[in-house]
């Protein structure tokens, strides 16, 4: 059953099938990748503070894990992304719900390790 609304809702792939599920759901499944792009502004900004901040590493260090954040930034970023859609599509769908999968791991493990590494190699 597609939206009856006269402007057709976007991305197509996702709202142009199955039935608009209960609002209460498809609002939950927005706070949770609002959550997900906070993360990935929190994670944004703490590879640009390492960056611009004049610790007592290498130069080649610091960069790295700078970089390394802003990596796991947009990682971030597309996984809240593409698992709001994949939600969406299977409630609309009237499916189980997917897995988040490998990236939350991901994610999780490059914080801990630039982490570990800030706090041996910073004195």
Same mark, same amino acid.
């Given at each position: 059953?597609?939206?009856?609304n006269d402007r057709r809702r976007?991305?197509?792939?996702?709202?142009?099938?199955?039935?608009?599920?209960?609002?209460?759901?498809?609002l939950a499944n927005e706070r949770?990748?609002?959550?997900?792009?906070?993360?990935?502004?929190?994670?944004?900004?703490?590879?640009?503070?390492?960056?611009?901040?004049?610790?007592?590493? %290498?130069?080649?260090?610091?960069?790295?894990?700078?970089?390394?954040?802003?990596?796991? %930034?947009?990682?971030?970023?597309?996984?809240?992304?593409?698992?709001?859609?994949?939600?969406?599509?299977?409630?609309?769908?009237?499916?189980?719900?997917? %897995?988040?999968?490998? %990236?939350?791991?991901?994610?999780?493990?490059?914080?801990?390790?630039?982490?570990?590494?800030?706090?041996?190699?910073?004195?």
């Amino acid at each position: 059953m597609t939206n009856t609304n006269d402007r057709r809702r976007r991305p197509g792939w996702v709202y142009d099938e199955g039935a608009e599920p209960d609002a209460r759901y498809s609002l939950a499944n927005e706070r949770t990748f609002l959550a997900w792009i906070r993360t990935a502004l929190a994670v944004l900004a703490a590879g640009v503070a390492l960056d611009a901040l004049d610790l007592s590493l %290498s130069p080649r260090l610091q960069q790295g894990l700078a970089d390394t954040l802003v990596l796991v %930034s947009a990682v971030c970023a597309a996984t809240a992304w593409l698992r709001w859609a994949q939600v969406e599509r299977a409630m609309r769908r009237r499916r189980p719900l997917p %897995s988040l999968g490998p %990236s939350a791991a991901v994610v999780a493990l490059a914080l801990v390790v630039v982490g570990l590494v800030l706090l041996v190699a910073v004195p």
